[in-house]
T-cell receptor, first 117, second 114 residues
Framework: AQKITQTQPGMFVQEKEAVTLDCTYDTSDPSYGLFWYKQPSSGKMIFLIYQGSYDQQNATEGRYSLNFQKARKSANLVISASQLGDSAMYFCAMRENMNSGYSTLTFGKGTMLLVSP | EPEVTQTPSHQVTQMGQEVILRCVPISNHLYFYWYRQILGQKVEFLVSFYNNEISEKSEIFDDQFSVERPDGSNFTLKIRSTKLEDSAMYFC????????????FGPGTRLTVT
């Protein structure tokens, strides 16, 4: 079974609108972390936001917020007020065993976001 | 802001040749990682390294792969005998410790095996 599922291969949004990128995950570990990375055309992986499984509140970082629904095992990324520079591939990732020395990130297949003027 | 750097940005090699991909992690970081991304596919974990030894590795990381920290700054990934299917983008990442959640990625090395 896929540990991270991103069902949207591509998304389109107009500049200044908000967009939600979906991510569901599968783990039986009670201690895990969820991450979103942005990969623009340059190829570099840029960390955006993190949500810990025990965090009570949804994570926010500027225009990025993470809609964490633990019971549904979903961790959707919300980008408010989209900008042209947001056009990129977005990857959801998970790390299990957060309290141990294991640190492997497992990535989803990604969602390509295109922002139009 | 400190960054992870990788060299070369693009490496072309013939099948069967050995390649070494180089990374300079952020200086105070203790954990180092290699990931790969085959074109159009997801990023896959290869190996993590701490205290001069491998701490985790994936099924992809077979005997053809090895990692080394030859000095205080470089972290290398060696592929002994490259295959066509090794063509991918290889990312190095580092983190302060195993519990820090953020891994900082380098810009990647595009490996093309012909």
């Amino acid at each position: 079974a896929q540990k991270i599922t991103q069902t949207q291969p591509g998304m389109f949004v107009q500049e200044k609108e908000a967009v939600t990128l979906d991510c569901t995950y599968d783990t039986s570990d009670p201690s895990y972390g969820l991450f979103w990375y942005k990969q623009p055309s340059s190829g570099k992986m840029i960390f955006l936001i993190y949500q810990g499984s025990y965090d009570q509140q949804n994570a926010t970082e500027g225009r990025y917020s993470l809609n964490f629904q633990k019971a549904r095992k979903s961790a959707n990324l919300v980008i408010s007020a989209s900008q042209l520079g947001d056009s990129a591939m977005y990857f959801c990732a998970m790390r299990e065993n957060m309290n141990s020395g294991y640190s492997t990130l497992t990535f989803g297949k990604g969602t390509m976001l295109l922002v139009s003027p | 802001e400190p960054e992870v750097t990788q060299t070369p940005s693009h490496q072309v090699t013939q099948m069967g040749q050995e390649v070494i991909l180089r990374c300079v992690p952020i200086s105070n970081h203790l954990y180092f990682y290699w990931y790969r991304q085959i074109l159009g596919q997801k990023v896959e974990f290869l190996v993590s390294f701490y205290n001069n030894e491998i701490s985790e590795k994936s099924e992809i990381f077979d005997d053809q792969f090895s990692v080394e920290r030859p000095d205080g700054s470089n972290f290398t990934l060696k592929i002994r005998s490259t295959k066509l299917e090794d063509s991918a983008m290889y990312f190095c990442a580092s983190s302060e410790d195993s519990l820090t959640y953020e891994q900082y990625f380098g810009p990647g090395t595009r490996l093309t095996v012909t």
